[in-house]
Structure formats: structure tokens, C-alpha cells
T-cell receptor
Framework: DTAVSQTPKYLVTQMGNDKSIKCEQN?????MYWYKQDSKKFLKIMFS???????INETVPNRFSPKSPDKAHLNLHINSLELGDSAVYFC???????????????FGEGSRLTVL | AQSVTQLDSQVPVFEEAPVELRCNYS??????LFWYVQYPNQGLQLLLK??????LVKGINGFEAEFNKSQTSFHLRKPSVHISDTAEYFC??????????FGTGTSLTVIP
């Protein structure tokens, strides 16, 4: 059983299109994240949800919209895709009920987005 | 504000040689420290973490790291590397509120 699963694993699309990436975790964690990893492997936090509530929203274009239907799922929708959106997007989850920062992150395998 | 610096972007090392991957951090609050490994085309997985207690922590695959508060460092070491250790290694800190800050990564290449 995969703890954090993302679909699709690969997306190739044209500029201007809209795409979604889905993420599910079966670990019972309360917090889920979206990270973007660029071509230089730099990891940047995009969003974080705790029990379906948005708690971290870094400086990300409005074209990116996360949605958490329940605490086990966190989806990412991207409108009007641009060349610079090409990256690997990682979903992650953690459990730290007191929000002390001690809960490790569990990552999905990533979704590689290529915008042509 | 928090930041993490990984001083070496690439580290080549011969098989069975020791390796040290350096990590320094700065923070205005107490942090917890992590090392993650990313194998090609995979997600990140936890190698080890320091939350409290002994400053020398042991992780998976024979790796260990030492927390040095005075030098604000958390260097990762392995006494003898294998080909299978070739991967990208990320140092990270977390703060209350479950926010993680990652370094820019160190690419470890083990040479046969």
C-alpha cells in the first residue's frame, strides 16, 4: 500500500491548458502539502492544509488552486499553464497534532509536469 | 526567518570511502532537523531526524548526523559509501506550525 500517492505521474500539455494533480494519503495524517521542485532540484513549499483548512499559502500565482475535500486528499489545479510551471510537483503529509514541527514529512513519488 | 545552507552542491566520492555532507541553518526560533534522500525519479524519504536528546543521531542505510547547536550545523556522515547511495540529499529544518525549510540539496555520486 502506497502511503502517499499522486496521479498522474507524468503530464505533458500545451501552454494555456488547465490541469489537475490528485493526492491521497492513507496514513491518517492531519496535514498535507504541495511542494514544487524545479530543474535544479530546489524544493519550494506551495501550500499546506491541516484538516481541510489552508494554513500555508506561499507566494504562488492565483492560477494555482489547491482543494482538500477531506483530510486524506489534497488536489492541485493549475489554470492557464505557462512554460515556467514545468517542474515536479510533490505531495506530502505529516502528523503533528500539537503543530510543534516534530512530524516528519512523507512524500509521494511526484508528478512531472511538462508544459510545451 | 529560517534558512538552510548546504555548502556542497555536488560531492563525488569513491566507493567504500567515507563521506560528509554539510548542512548549516539559521533560525530565530528552536528548530528540528532532518535529512532526506531522493533517489532518481522518486520522492523524498527520511534518512534521520534530530528532535531532542543525544546530538548524534543514527538513521537508515548506515548514515548518521551530529547536531551542533553552537555552530548551527547538522552534518551527515557515512563511514563507507556504496554505489546505491548515489542520490540527492536534502537537509531540512522545521519549526512550530509544521513549516519545513529545505536546503538546495547535495548530489552525491559514488564512483566505482
Amino acid at each position: 500500500d502506497t502511503a502517499v500517492s499522486q496521479t498522474p505521474k507524468y503530464l505533458v500539455t500545451q501552454m494555456g491548458n488547465d490541469k489537475s494533480i490528485k493526492c491521497e494519503q492513507n496514513l491518517g495524517h492531519d496535514t498535507m502539502y504541495w511542494y514544487k521542485q524545479d530543474s535544479k532540484k530546489f524544493l519550494k513549499i506551495m501550500f499546506s492544509y491541516n484538516n481541510k483548512e489552508l494554513i500555508i499559502n506561499e507566494t504562488v500565482p492565483n492560477r494555482f488552486s489547491p482543494k482538500s475535500p477531506d483530510k486524506a486528499h489534497l488536489n492541485l489545479h493549475i489554470n492557464s499553464l505557462e512554460l515556467g510551471d514545468s517542474a515536479v510537483y510533490f505531495c506530502a503529509s505529516s502528523q503533528d497534532r500539537l503543530a510543534r514541527g516534530t512530524g516528519e514529512l512523507f512524500f509521494g513519488e511526484g508528478s512531472r509536469l511538462t508544459v510545451l | 526567518a529560517q534558512s538552510v545552507t548546504q555548502l556542497d552542491s555536488q560531492v563525488p566520492v569513491f566507493e567504500e570511502a567515507p563521506v560528509e555532507l554539510r548542512c548549516n541553518y539559521s533560525s530565530s526560533v528552536s528548530v528540528y532537523l532532518f535529512w532526506y534522500v531522493q533517489y532518481p525519479n522518486q520522492g523524498l524519504q527520511l534518512l534521520l531526524k534530530y528532535l531532542s536528546g543525544s546530538t548524534l543521531v543514527k538513521g537508515i542505510n548506515g548514515f548518521e548526523a551530529e547536531f551542533n547547536k553552537s555552530q548551527t550545523s547538522f552534518h551527515l556522515r557515512k563511514p563507507s559509501v556504496h554505489i546505491s547511495d548515489t542520490a540527492e540529499y536534502f537537509c531540512a529544518v522545521s519549526v512550530p506550525g509544521n513549516q519545513f525549510y529545505f536546503g538546495t540539496g547535495t548530489s552525491l555520486t559514488v564512483i566505482p
